[in-house]
């Protein structure tokens, strides 16, 4: 299976997260606010991730940023975008354009979130 980031702000729906899709056979790391997300991707050490799973909505550094960073220094790098906020969904289009970004809309299934996630990576 894959290596999976999951970066989300509220403890809970991370480890929901986590725990599903760990639960499918990947490989799980977490982080709890976008620097820490950056700083897990960026490191020189650090694998490659399938995907990232980021909401949009996070301190220090916002979703949409990590993902614009990751994927600037590692091109066709695949995120997954989730917000709870109307807006998000509008906030993320600009990055949808790459075909490699994905949203889902906050609160989800875990069903939504598996499908969703085998959908991006293959």
């Known amino acids: 299976m894959a290596r999976l980031l999951v970066a989300d702000d509220d403890g809970v729906t991370r480890d929901l997260v986590a ?16 620097q820490e997300a950056l700083d897990l991707v960026e ?19 916002d979703g949409i940023e990590v993902v614009r960073r990751i994927s600037a220094a590692r091109p066709g790098t695949k995120a997954l975008l989730m917000s709870g906020h109307a807006e998000g969904q509008v ?8 075909g490699t970004v994905s949203y889902l809309a906050k609160p989800f299934s875990m069903e939504a979130l598996r499908t969703t996630v085998r959908t991006l990576i293959g």
Do not use: C, E
Request: charged share 15%; glycine share 6%.
């Open 19 to 34: 725990r599903s899709l760990k639960a499918d056979g990947h490989t799980i790391v977490t982080a709890a606010d976008g």
């Open 91 to 98: 906030r993320v289009s600009s990055l949808q354009a790459s």
């Open 43 to 61: 490191g020189a050490a650090a694998a490659p991730f399938a995907l990232l799973i980021v909401d949009v909505d996070m301190p220090l550094v």
